[in-house]
């Protein structure tokens, strides 16, 4: 296989900590060339560890893509706002190959009207739908596949978004606001509705939701809290979102505070950046949670809930068919089958790789760099992630409207 050339657009959190290091790793297969990144410390950083040249370290998107297909492929890995019209300058600049970030727009006609334009020029773009690629939740869909526990009649899907990672991200980080993000169920969720799809083999006919911003508002201060945790706030150690116990605590959310900011320590981070304020006085207006209820094709029933207020990241499944019901936890890699006749209990213990998503995003990265030497087709392709999106957003009409949603509303030219 050939060594795969690309530039990375966009070095934040995704980019250069997720994704990029696959070339590290894997130096035969892939070497990024290029990267444009508006923020200095960033784009420096990226420069020394992935040896790029000074003439291919730009600042914006518009520069490095004004250069030409200087590569074989390039990585979108922007803000969500910023996905789109980066991706048509890069299918316009000559790149036949795009691996980008979710979601793909906020906006389900922006989203369109990119998978549009790529299938006129014949360009792959790839979503980064890393559940996809989890071994565990393969290994789940093989089960289905095989009918273990006949037809598929209802799920229970749940997303523990982490009450810690939903104070970094909702509250005080990039997806706290949907005017500079997306709706949350969108941001945090598409991944979880393309996975619906991927698991059933199915369609979304309809769907309704429900959820709010509960909890994480001005009103619910508590007395003696100040702008920020370090600012003698009175409530700090009995508050399970302070910033200091959370950093401390979470290397991953402590580095994303302080080395993605340009901040030298965790001090300066606290008293100077956006991730040392206290959670009931940001700017955050997305819901901290969300139930959806949705209705696929041949009657199966889905009911997926969001909340921040878990103990831990993770999610949990119930698959309930008509021989049997599967049980099961991708962050323990645990799926535990019962068969109605037989009564037989199994449990499947699904080993994965220490890399993020469970493993995913290293395997996401290994499909997408031979497939770009390959030529072949990927397994999320724009196209098909067009509908987790358009359920994300049907399910903010409903949550917002109070009514039921279909599809064919969203998906409609």
Known sequence: MKKVKAVLIGAGGRGQYSYAPYALQNPTELEFVAVAEPREFLRNQFVKTYHIKPEFAFQSWEDALAAGAIA?????????????????????????????????????????????FAKENNVNVQICHSLRY??????????????????????????????????????RGDWANTEMSSPMILAKCCHDMDLIIYLTGKNCVSLSSYGELTHFTFENAPEGSTERCIDGCKVRESCPYNAVKIYNEHKDFRRLACDKEGFSDLSEAL???????????????????????ILLEDGITVVLTMSAFSRRIGR?????????????????????????????????????????????????????????????????????SLQSHAMCHAAEISRKENRVVYLSEILKD
């Open 271 to 293: 008293k100077e950046g956006r991730y040392g304020r206290c959670v009931y006085r940001c700017d955050n207006d997305v819901v901290d949670h969300q139930t959806v209820n």
């Open 72 to 116: 074989d492929c390039v990585l979108i890995c922007t803000q969500d706002t910023m996905h789109v019209e980066p991706a048509i300058a890069a299918i316009k600049a000559g790149y036949k190959h795009i691996l980008l970030e979710k979601p793909i727009d906020p906006n389900i006609e922006n989203s369109k009207r990119l998978a549009k």
């Open 316 to 384: 949990d499944i119930r698959i309930m068919g008509t021989k049997g019901e599967i049980v099961g936890s991708m962050e323990d890699s645990i799926i535990e089958i019962y068969d109605f006749a037989t009564g037989n209990y199994e449990v499947i213990k699904v080993h994965h790789s220490d890399a993020g998503h469970s493993g995913a995003d290293e395997i996401l990265m290994r499909d997408f760099v031979r497939m770009v030497a390959s030529g072949e087709k990927g397994v999320s392709d724009i196209e098909l």
């Open 134 to 171: 989890t071994p565990y939740f393969r290994k789940l869909k093989e089960i289905l596949d095989s009918k273990k526990i006949g037809d598929i009649v209802n799920i229970i899907h749940t997303e523990g978004v982490g009450f810690y990672h939903h104070a970094h991200s909702y509250v």
